[in-house]
T-cell receptor, first 117, second 116 residues
Framework: NAGVTQTPKFQVLKTGQSMTLQCAQD?????MSWYRQDPGMGLRLIHY???????DQGEVPNGYNVSRSTTEDFPLRLLSAAPSQTSVYFC????????????????FGAGSRLTVL | AQKITQTQPGMFVQEKEAVTLDCTYD???????LFWYKQPSSGEMIFLIY??????QNATEGRYSLNFQKARKSANLVISASQLGDSAMYFC?????????????FGQGTTLQVKP
């Protein structure tokens, strides 16, 4: 099993450029989410999805768009990158319901380090 | 609204000693789950331990145990017999089960350094 695959691992953008961070999982998880990690701030939820066609905002959604056309994929789009979006981004997925104890443990991708100049 | 608080930005522990990392949470949902993750310097997020709000006993996984005090809304991670490889950042997280959003909220993290 590949688990959660994120691409790219590293990216440098100029202010105003757009890009898409890709996320794919092969575990048939209903729940997928994007977090950003900044020093001293922990992991903050950007957007999440509980199934294909359903997305919702997390704590810090501004400047980011998502869509969920399939169960497997959950891309994160930056329409006009800003230096404040310099961060490490994590995609994560899990089953939505507690099928059994611990079954809804979040599985993370390896992370994508984004720098906006 | 759900909230997770980790009040210890950094901790030191001597190798082979036990250490407790604090986590308090706030929720009005009677059904929830609490998680601890480890993030070593390589950056990946590693799941350590899970506690359900209705679990009668504290969760244990090898050298990790969760000191769950429901009335005090605390879920502290205890690492016994610390090893140099335990040096990492540790995150506490919570997921409310009602509403089925699956949303998982993290605390700010605690950096643990194990001294030889």
């Amino acid at each position: 099993n590949a688990g959660v695959t994120q691409t790219p691992k590293f990216q440098v953008l100029k202010t105003g450029q757009s890009m898409t961070l890709q996320c794919a999982q092969d575990m048939n998880h209903e729940y997928m989410s994007w977090y950003r990690q900044d020093p001293g701030m922990g992991l903050r939820l950007i957007h999440y999805s509980v199934g294909a066609g359903i997305t919702d905002q997390g704590e810090v959604p501004n400047g980011y768009n998502v869509s969920r056309s399939t169960t497997e994929d959950f891309p994160l789009r930056l329409l006009s990158a800003a230096p404040s979006q310099t961060s490490v981004y994590f995609c994560a997925s899990s089953y939505k319901r507690v099928i059994r104890a611990g079954a809804n443990v979040l599985t993370f991708g390896a992370g994508s380090r984004l720098t906006v100049l | 609204a759900q909230k997770i608080t980790q009040t210890q930005p950094g901790m030191f522990v001597q190798e082979k000693e036990a250490v407790t990392l604090d986590c308090t949470y706030d929720t009005s949902d009677p059904s929830y789950g609490l998680f601890w993750y480890k993030q070593p310097s390589s950056g990946e997020m590693i799941f350590l331990i899970y506690q359900g709000s209705y679990d009668q006993q504290n969760a244990t996984e090898g050298r990790y145990s969760l000191n769950f005090q429901k009335a005090r809304k605390s879920a502290n991670l205890v690492i016994s017999a610390s090893q140099l490889g335990d040096s990492a950042m540790y995150f506490c997280a919570m997921r409310e089960h009602s509403g089925n959003t699956g949303k998982l909220i993290f605390g700010q993290g605690t950096t643990l350094q194990v001294k030889p």
